[in-house]
């Protein structure tokens, strides 16, 4: 099963073109979808959960027409969004199993194992009787998780999910999220692009409502190699070199800067040749000097 | 500065929001509808004009409780904003002092609620000045009725409601609490006016503790004259400032805590502090944890498939459901009912009561007060959270941010839906088992054990569950469509008050008015009959209704992230699915269906014979027949009926014939009929050729021409029919006088004859408004057409027979000369062996009957066997009266004498020859538990059957203080009654319960009781003057004066007595040095106003005590208008020395003193030693503050 993606285009009323003739197809699997703020992520993982109509184009999740047959995708859908709250009075148990009732599993029986078990992989089960309200960022992330994988979901669509997440609780959340890749459609959208490199087999890189780049990381990554430069300098001299060069990222690194600049060729002096990452796949797409 | 620039933005953020402006304008489309249409009843009643201040303090006063709302809303978002949107750490850490950020957001709440109180004063400017429909009852404009109203009443309620609504919600961190604080400015003004003054009596607390400043208004709207009403001003009374000042004072004090509590701190949003400590402990332990299972195997979550059939949409409805109800209870759903119970519990007995005589808390009884809500404001509550938790279960997911998760779950919108709202109709039910247990517990503790758990099903669970379920369903859809919360919230209100409180405003029910329903009342004889029927229908129109508007919500249910009008209709315009459009189908089918049956009944069957309405035909009758006033017309000698009542049928058939005889000096030839409305009048016939000239059977006139006129002396019988058989139904007010059990009609359905004076408009306005001449309500004592008119009721023998369902007993006046079956029915024969006032009732039911017998008339009580408290003791109330009355005014001219119950909750009774009717009410009237020991049934009985010669033989002239014959004398009568049977003890109690009457807010101003007009004067004033007159003149000279009244006066023929002749009888027998006396009680509105100021005892050398009081008196007369006057004053007044409650309480010393105007000293010397005395000490004179007549001892040696 795969998730294709024809022409999506969505304008809001303020005029802001969050989505410009999307075309994606998205294998089972991991799938990684990069880009910076305001890019149109949250739109499109939105219009693929449902929750948003596009004002043209067409969503298919095997053979199921996603925008005229929501109730059918809704009921094989796991959908973190990159915001939510919680009922803070509630329980996490007893939350979960509201949201277990609502998505459809019946039996008390195989509920209340599903739910135990759930809460188990996300690591909240020994808090599972807590008020929610009580709960830190990540545990409420966590629990946002479990929610979304009820229900044994063929569809995950997880947007931003490790934004508010400490170093241990996201590779834990991620380790979970590649576990179940292995047999539904998962889309991931993220400006972190480690979170990609690290799990996804594909990705696509969007910006201003268009995709940039849909490759898979790895090959990605090696078309550059040998087209990434690296230059420490001072601050004064970066001016200069922007002017003259592609440079597609800056870092400060003890007290000077350091430069990466794309280019098949060395760029000039004081540059040397660097090992290629997604980060410069990312920047490089972004700034347009791939292409 | 600081405060300025909070206040300025504070005050700039909310005045761009459009919600501001629209509350404005609704507050002002409001307040000017009230002004111009809904109070116009009241003011024309009332007498004053639409405009005049008073009316602009009360249009003020109601608008200023609407206005609680939008303040709840200024004040919550002042002060709860920044947590809310989770500012708060950027303000709170921003360089502003605790004053400057409080005080700033507080003013500029204030401020804006003083702007959306000034549209109150505007609108009402607006109507007074724009044409209207009503411009007659326009009176000129006072620039400072509308500055009292607007800076007195107005202003300070905002403050002081602002005020504890913004602490609330400083405190509650949201706010929707604000709506805590209006909540409960709300409920103490309606609490201590409803409860603390209306119920208990304490107005003076009750003024103080109304932030509202309702009780004072309601005490003024009592006090003040309608001149007054037109002339003086709202607010500047020193009660209302009081009030004012007291709650100013509160509100700052309120506001001084907020600003000692308040800190600029972290705050945990929506968790409670305990909670946060909980959850900071849980977290500890998985996270050291967390490296280690990172790595190890992942725990395995068992495969089920979901499935989504119709068992687990029921299972989604039924979670939704829970959650919804767990949110309500553990929100303020469940501490809302809580106080509910525990008020029903602290007021609930008050209820039971009535100006201090105790009444049986019988379950009818009880449902009446609970449900009957437009009654009683403070059952608001549960609709009140009805559109409180209507707006948060449709903002629920929203709110707590979790709504894309929930929107993109596999639940259907209408799970959603129906699941939301059977959640809220879970807690409605609860609540109305939890009011139904609290209510039976209220009983149980006043010692009343007959719980009728039928009775509080049908109407807790039935009747009034349904119309909350309506309402909630309706306050739900509201959310969604209107998607504005806050806004959702008064569109609900609204609608509410609409439906509710709507024939107050003048908007009757109807097809057109969401939840209406024609009314209906609940007597433990009639049970719901026969309103129930029409009930059911109005509620399955309204159901089908609802089912419409459950549509339109699922269609609209927000879901998504779509908030524009335009994707929002597209979105519904794909849920119109096949099953939808279906339900929507079946929904209006039925709603035509039921509104078609509603129709037919209402507009096709109920009109077609139904009496009208209003006044226009009224003012049409006198206008057209009014000349005929005066004709010379026969009067009825006999009458002779054949009534069938068909009580499962609802339907009466009457046949009857009259003996008319030509009573005047001149030749009658035309016969003026006067059929009843409402009924039809099947046919008129004379034992005499007669050419009907008229036949007006829309304003009931016939003319019939007499080929042969009736000549003085002469007579003829008239023939008629007479049907009433209500097909169809009246959208309110339906007739309930033919019922399954319970029948009880009067002699309106029969035709009369002549022109009937009665139908006639009353009332100066309504007569000015109609163009219809003036003239007093009640003609004056020197009207001569009314001193000879005997209004058709002049004495007649009576026959009839009357026929029923088996099981049931029929009574009508008369012996009972024979009963039989025939076909399945009972028949009772009646006739009279003297002759009786043309007044009599017709009553049908299944009747227990207590039987006693005096001399050789016949006691019978009718009344419902349940009812059976007070029976003997009417019937031992009976006897007595029979044995004095029979005594002092002469012989009881029958030989049966009966008291007969039928349905309604009023504790009245109607003295018909004969026969005495009494409404269930009086049943319940419970003298076992009387803390005053009064036998209050005793009494009443014994004033009824005085009223078979006051009233049913010595009949006044319907001129000025006619009813003082009547009702005074038989109260008159009833107390010597009390006094022969009790002693002289319990006709003081008696006297002091009725003296009570005065302590209640009542205007002083009114008219000399000989030309009295209003019940309190009949009912009270003159009872009182005539026991002063008993205790000054003397008894036996008073009932002399009486017997020789009735002698002269007792046979119901023209001319008939006035007040005027009363007051000869009794002057005659008065002494001249008491003449004063009877003219300040009788010919003018007097007042004492005497106090001891101070007693002071002393012993003499003989052993006996020396006692000095000062006194103080003064004696005033008010006028109709209010306008006093004091008179000088030197009159005879009972001064009264008291031993020490102990020493047997016989007064030591009791004599008639002059007393002249202003202070005085008194010494007299008594044997024992004193502990009190007092001046007037029995009240024998009207004094309206009798409680400083006496006073203790405190002085001397």
């Given amino acids: ?291 | 500065m600081k405060l300025r620039q909070t206040f300025r933005f504070e005050f700039a953020y909310q005045a761009r929001r459009v919600s501001t402006w629209l509350y404005f304008v609704l507050l002002f489309v409001v307040s000017f509808f009230m002004a111009r249409d809904v109070l116009v009843a009241e003011a024309v009643e009332g007498g004053y004009s639409l405009n005049a201040p008073f009316a602009v303090a009360q249009v003020t006063l109601v608008a200023c409780i609407l206005g609680l709302l939008p303040l709840a809303a200024f004040a919550g978002a002042a002060a709860a904003r920044d947590v809310e949107t989770r500012m708060h750490p950027l303000v709170y850490t921003a360089p502003v002092g605790k004053a400057a950020y409080l005080g700033g957001r507080f003013l500029a709440a204030f401020a804006l609620g003083a702007l959306l109180v000034s549209a109150i004063p505007a609108a009402m400017l607006a109507a007074s000045l724009l044409p209207g429909s009503h411009a007659d009852l326009i009176g000129p404009i006072r620039p400072g009725a509308y500055a009292s109203a607007y800076f007195l009443l107005a202003l300070p309620n905002a403050f002081v409601a602002t005020a504890l609504m913004f602490s609330a919600a400083t405190f509650g961190r949201r706010g929707v609490v604000s709506y805590l604080g209006g909540a409960f400015v709300f409920f103490a003004a309606v609490v201590s006016w409803q409860v603390v003054a209306g119920l208990l009596g304490h107005w003076s607390v009750a003024k103080l503790t109304d932030p509202l400043g309702l009780t004072v208004f309601y005490e003024l709207s009592k006090v003040w004259t309608p001149g007054e009403k037109n002339a003086l001003v709202v607010g500047p009374q020193l009660s209302m400032l009081s009030n004012r000042l007291v709650w100013l004072g509160v509100a700052l004090g309120v506001l001084a805590l907020t600003h000692l509590r308040f800190r600029f701190a972290h705050v945990e949003v929506g968790g409670r502090r305990f909670g946060r400590r909980r959850a900071a402990k849980g977290e500890q332990a998985p996270r050291a944890r967390e490296a280690a299972t990172a790595l190890s195997a992942p725990v395995t979550v068992p495969r089920i498939r979901p499935t989504f059939g119709t068992a687990t949409r029921a299972r989604q409805t039924l979670a939704v459901a829970r959650e919804s109800f767990r949110l309500i209870v553990r929100g303020w759903g469940g501490p809302a009912l809580v106080a509910v119970a525990v008020l029903l519990i602290l007021v609930g007995p008050l209820y039971f009561q009535d100006e201090g005589f105790p009444q049986l808390p019988t379950t009818g009884e009880f449902v009446n007060v609970l449900e009957q809500a437009a009654e009683h404001g403070m059952w608001l509550v549960v609709p009140l959270l009805i559109v409180y938790y209507a707006g948060e279960l449709v903002w629920r997911e929203r709110e707590a941010r979790l709504n894309e998760i929930a929107g993109a779950a596999p639940v259907p919108v209408w799970v959603s839906f129906a699941g939301k709202f059977a959640g809220l109709a879970l807690w409605l039910a609860a609540a109305q088992a939890l009011i139904t247990a609290t209510a039976m517990f209220v009983q149980a503790r006043m010692g009343y054990y007959e719980f009728e758990l039928g009775v509080y099903a049908r109407v807790l669970f039935g009747i009034r569950l349904a119309d909350y379920l309506l309402f909630a369903l309706l306050a739900l859809v509201v959310q969604v469509v209107v998607n504005q919360k806050y806004i959702g919230h008064l569109v609900a209100v609204i609608a509410y008050v609409l439906v509710t409180f709507g024939p107050q405003f003048g908007i009757e029910p109807g097809l057109l008015v969401y939840g209406s329903d024609p009314g209906w009342a609940y007597s433990d004889m009639r049970g719901l009959e026969p309103f129930i029927g029409p009930w059911l229908l109005f509620k399955l129109y309204w159901a089908a209704w609802a089912l419409l508007l459950a549509v339109a919500g699922v269609l609209l249910w927000p879901r998504g992230t779509e908030r524009g009008l335009g994707p929002r209709l597209r979105l519904a315009g794909r849920r119109f699915t096949r099953p939808t459009a279906a339900t929507a189908a079946v929904a209006a089918a039925l709603a035509l269906t039921f509104g078609g049956l509603i129709y037919y009944n209402t507009s096709v069957l109920h009109a077609s014979h139904a009496a009208p309405s209003g006044e226009e035909w009224r003012a049409d009758y006198e206008r057209r027949y009014g000349r005929y006033a005066g004709v010379p017309q026969p009067r009825p000698t006999a009458v002779n009926l054949r009534v069938e009542i068909y009580p499962k049928r609802r339907a009466v058939e009457i046949r009857g014939t009259y003996d008319l005889v030509n009573g005047t000096e001149a030749t009658i030839d035309a016969v003026h009929v006067a059929t009843a409305l409402g009924v039809e009048t099947r046919e008129v016939s004379f034992d005499r050729t007669a050419r009907p000239e008229l036949v007006d059977d829309k304003l009931g006139h016939r003319i019939y021409v007499l080929e042969t006129p009736l000549r003085p002396g002469d007579s003829l019988k008239l023939d008629f029919g007479v049907r009433f058989d209500p097909r169809g139904f009246p959208t309110s007010d339906i007739d309930a006088s033919v019922a399954p059990n319970g029948t009880v009609f009067g002699a309106e359905w029969l035709p009369e004859v002549g022109y009937q004076k009665s139908r006639e408009v009353r009332g100066a306005g309504q007569r000015r408004a109609h163009g219809l001449s003036p003239r007093p309500d009640v003609p004056p004592y020197d009207d001569p057409a009314a001193l000879m008119d005997v209004g058709g009721l002049g004495p007649i023998m009576f026959e009839a027979v009357v026929g029923t369902d088996e099981g049931q007993t029929a009574v009508a006046p008369g012996a009972l000369r024979r009963t039989w079956a025939q076909d399945g029915r009972r028949y009772f024969h009646y006739a009279t062996d003297a002759p009786i006032l043309n007044s009599f009732a017709f009553f049908s039911a299944a009747y227990a009957v207590r039987e006693g017998r005096w001399n050789d008339v016949e006691i019978q009580i009718f009344h419902h066997p349940a009812h059976a408290l007070n029976v003997d003791r009417m019937l031992g109330s009976v006897r007595a009266s029979l044995d004095l009355l029979t005594k002092r005014l002469g012989p009881y001219p029958h030989r049966q004498l009966r008291f007969v119950e039928h349905p309604g909750r009023r504790r009245t009774l109607f003295s018909h020859p004969m026969n005495v009717r009494y409404q269930e009410g009086f049943s319940f009237i419970n003298p076992v538990d009387d803390p005053r020991g009064i036998d209050l049934p005793f009494a009443v009985v014994a004033h009824e059957v005085a009223h078979q010669w006051w009233g049913n033989r010595l009949v006044p002239a319907s001129v000025v203080g006619a009813p003082v014959l009547t009702e005074s004398l038989a109260w008159d009568s009833a107390l010597e009654v009390v006094e022969a049977a009790h002693g002289r003890e319990h006709r003081e109690r008696l006297l002091g319960a009725m003296r009570a009457s005065y302590l209640s807010p009542r205007a002083r101003a009114g008219s000399p009781l000989l030309r009295s007009t209003d019940r309190f004067q009949w009912y009270r004033k003159g009872v009182l003057a005539m026991n002063a007159v008993r205790e000054y003149v003397g008894a036996e000279r008073v009932d002399a004066a009486l017997r020789r009244f009735f002698e002269r006066h007792g046979s119901a023929t023209p001319p008939l007595p006035t007040t005027l002749d009363l007051y000869r009888e009794l002057q005659a027998v008065t002494p001249d040095e008491l003449r004063y006396l009877l003219a300040d009680l009788f010919e003018a509105n007097t007042y004492w106003e005497l106090a001891a100021k101070r007693v002071e005892a002393e012993r003499t050398g003989t052993g006996e005590w020396r006692v000095t009081l000062d006194v103080r008196a003064r004696k005033v007369v008010v006028d109709e208008e209010g306008v006093e006057t004091e008179v000088p004053m030197d009159d005879l007044v009972e001064v009264g020395v008291f031993p020490a409650a102990g020493d047997g309480g016989a007064p030591l010393y009791s004599q008639m003193h002059r007393v002249r105007s202003g202070e005085q000293r008194i010494t007299l010397t008594v044997p024992g030693e004193p502990a009190g005395a007092g001046i007037d000490p029995r009240n024998l004179l009207i004094d309206v503050e009798p409680g400083d007549n006496f006073a203790e001892v405190t002085g001397g040696r």
């Avoid at chain 1, 919680?86 to 509201?98: C, F, W």
């Avoid at chain 1, 545990?139 to 009820?150: I, K, N, S």
């Fill in chain 1, 1 to 291: 099963m795969e998730l294709q993606i024809r022409k999506l285009s969505k304008t809001y009323p303020n005029g802001v073109e969050a989505l410009k003739d999307i075309t994606l197809t998205v294998p089972q699997g991991m799938y990684g979808l990069l880009g910076p703020n305001g890019a149109g992520k949250s739109t499109l993982m939105r219009t693929i959960a449902t929750l948003q109509e596009p004002d043209a184009g067409s969503i298919h999740l095997g053979d199921i027409d996603v925008l005229a047959e929501r109730e059918r995708v809704r009921e094989t859908l796991g959908y973190l969004p990159q915001e939510f709250g919680v009922y803070p009075k509630a329980s996490a148990e007893e939350l979960l199993n509201h949201f277990a009732v609502l998505k459809g599993l019946a039996g008390r029986r195989g509920r209340r194992e599903v739910v135990g078990a759930l809460l188990r992989q996300v690591n909240l089960y020994d808090v599972r009787r807590k008020k929610l309200g009580g709960y830190s960022g990540g545990m409420r992330q966590r629990f946002g998780v479990a929610v979304a994988l009820l229900g044994d979901p063929r569809l995950i669509i997880v947007d931003e999910p490790t934004a508010g997440l400490d170093p241990a609780e996201r590779v834990r959340f991620l380790n979970l999220l590649s576990e179940i890749g292995q047999n539904a459609v998962v889309i991931l959208s993220t400006h972190i692009v480690e979170d990609v490199s690290e799990l996804c087999s594909r990705m696509a890189i969007i910006d201003r409502g268009r995709i940039m780049l849909e490759a898979e990381p790895l090959q990605a990554v090696a078309a550059l190699r040998g087209r990434i430069w690296r230059r420490v300098m001072d601050k004064s001299e970066l001016a200069e070199v922007e002017r003259e060069h592609a440079v597609i990222s800056t870092k400060l690194l003890a007290g000077r800067t350091v430069v990466r600049a794309y280019g098949s060729e060395r760029p000039g002096a004081g540059f040397e040749p660097a090992e290629p990452d997604l980060e410069d796949v990312y920047f490089s797409t972004l700034a347009g000097v791939a292409r």
